[in-house]
């Protein structure tokens, strides 16, 4: 089946540290994938995204590369802020079909000043 | 302006209790979505309406039943509350296999 495994956290870094969130995904078909972050207390917002392999999408700093051959979608960013802390999620989108968007458990990430 | 609302933000309730959560979109778009997240932040697919018609039902009590008035609303009615329903609930709409955006949640607490 289609499914999304992201590294546990909590990811606990000092500010300026280089974040990676590791995400791996098992999927028929070929997936559009994403990851969403959660700031505390509010709903999802799209972070970035891509759709074929080997694209790259970048957004506020971080970038993530979807990778076919090790089925991965790892999240990156040079220079982790304090308002960076939130919840990251990686998702799974197969197009066609029933249109479902599969989430991973999330990461939580925490950086102190 | 508010693309995605929910009503409303908190709710806290007895068991057996019968409550409602209200979404409304305003961008157009044609799919709605009501997600649940967990305490350890998991997040499930629960419905999905596309014009009004329900596209997913995944394995959820049928306690919990969507209503969809119209394209820009989706409403969740949960008929006679448990414990474990407290949970996050999220809205979400997209134009067809579009971009989600996500409304701010509902916090339900059950007692």
């Known amino acids: 089946g289609n499914s999304v495994t992201q590294m546990e956290g909590p990811v606990t870094l000092s500010e300026e540290a280089f974040l990676t969130i590791n995400c791996t995904y098992t999927?028929?078909?070929?997936?559009?994938l994403f990851w969403y972050v959660q700031y505390p207390g509010e709903g999802l917002q799209l972070l970035l995204k891509?759709?074929?392999?080997?694209d790259k999408g970048s957004n506020k700093g971080f970038e993530a590369t979807y990778r076919k051959e090790t089925t991965s979608f790892h999240l990156e960013k040079g220079s982790v802020q304090v308002s960076d802390s939130a919840v990251y999620f990686c998702?799974?989108?197969?197009?066609?079909?029933?249109?479902?968007?599969?989430f991973g458990a999330g990461t939580r990430l925490a950086v102190h000043p | 302006d508010t693309a995605v609302s929910q009503t409303p933000k908190y709710l806290v309730t007895q068991m057996g209790n019968d409550k409602s959560i209200k979404c409304e979109q305003n961008?157009?778009?044609?799919?709605m979505y009501w997600y649940k997240q967990d305490s350890k932040k998991f997040l499930k697919i629960m419905f999905s309406?596309?014009?009004?018609?329900?596209?997913i039902n995944e394995t959820v009590p049928n306690r919990f039943s969507p209503k969809s008035p119209d394209k820009a609303h989706l409403n969740l009615h949960i008929n006679s509350l448990e414990l474990g329903d407290s949970a996050v609930y999220f809205c979400?709409?997209?134009?067809?296999?579009?971009?989600?955006?996500f409304g701010p949640g509902t916090r339900l607490t059950v007692l």
């Open positions: 979400a709409s997209s134009q067809s296999q579009g971009e989600r955006f």
């Open positions: 999927a028929t078909g070929y997936p559009s």
């Open positions: 891509a759709t074929k392999a080997d």
């Open positions: 998702a799974l989108l197969i197009s066609g079909g029933y249109n479902k968007l599969i």
């Open positions: 961008l157009g778009h044609d799919t």
């Open positions: 309406y596309n014009n009004k018609e329900l596209i």
